[in-house]
């Protein structure tokens, strides 16, 4: 089994992402009308350019021939999911999109006990399913406030097939890594996970947006860009590989519930006057499902494997 220090860090690293994701929305709406996939593929590249500083002195920076189609696959996922987002965006309301996405958890535990990198148990389900309780009541407290309605049509559906590549992403990592044919070191699959998924980003981007737009940006949007690419982008996605490899897919994604709650936070700091009874047992639950995941931890690596991944991230 792998050794307790690994999980916790990955545990406290996923805490960690999730309040850097929950802070990057209201970041991400303090942005003018530019392109949103040329935009995403902007952030991917600025990622990428802040990650090669740890990529460029790792042994595996340029990984192995039977790493590509992995590599490629996962970079496909983020492709379809920012992809999906961005054009349900406009035919779906964001109660919608957000109850849907509260599936992601339990998507990626079915896809890993499908491929065998979860294993069949009434502990983690019975988490996630309290997780996307919580998700839900949030979701419902938005609606409330808003006299919001749930619908599903077809961006919705986009939305989901969105949401099945969020899901799959972390279980591809977690599959290709324990059969060894990922880098050990999580900044390099990050890395060309990240490069390849902005490559078809931007490619879907040059196809059905105007990219000129991009030349109004202010300088103040190039900030906000710049640290949403290192930030939200970069070390994110590089918390998320660490974490995968002692850490199952479901009990990744299952940080997500905490991202609305994050949110929130966030929001009453800007407009106390939402602060109302209606949020509390939505964001109990999540935080209950949080400190069972915390409290339980998991055993998601044998020793080998995990100390494998360990010393690929101290070569990397």
Partial sequence: M???????????????????????FPIV???????????????????????WALVHRSPERRPARCAWPWLVAMGACL???????????????????????????????????????ERLA????AILAL???????????????????????????????????SALYPVLSRRGLVAGHLPASAAVRTFW?????GVLVGALGIVVEPVARLATMSGRDALLIVYLGLGSSALTFWLMQRATAVLGPASITAYGYLVPF???????????????WVWLPGS??????????????????????????????RRG
């Fill in 2 to 24: 792998a050794s307790r220090a690994p999980v916790r860090r990955a545990h406290l690293g996923m805490l960690a992402w999730a309040l850097l994701v929950g802070l990057s």
């Fill in 29 to 51: 709406g303090r942005l003018g009308e530019l392109p949103p996939l040329s935009l995403t593929a902007l952030r991917f590249a600025i990622a990428c350019l802040g990650l």
């Fill in 79 to 117: 492709a379809g999911f920012f992809g999906a987002m961005f054009w349900a965006a406009h035919h779906a309301t964001a109660l919608s999109m957000s109850t849907l996405y509260v599936s992601v958890p339990l998507l990626a535990y079915g896809m890993g006990l499908a491929v065998g990198v």
């Fill in 122 to 125: 009434w502990r983690l389900p």
């Fill in 131 to 165: 997780g996307a309780l919580g998700a839900l009541g949030l979701a419902g407290a938005e609606a409330w406030q808003r006299g919001g309605q749930w619908r599903f049509g077809a961006g919705e559906a986009v939305f989901f097939l969105g949401c099945l590549c």
């Fill in 193 to 197: 996970s990240l490069a390849l998924g």
């Fill in 262 to 276: 994050v949110s929130m936070l966030w929001l009453f700091v800007e407009t106390p006057s939402r602060l109302d």
């Fill in 284 to 313: 109990a639950l999540v935080v209950l499902a949080i400190g069972l995941l915390l409290a339980g931890g998991e055993e998601g690596a044998d020793d080998g494997h995990a100390g494998a991944a360990e010393g690929g991230e």
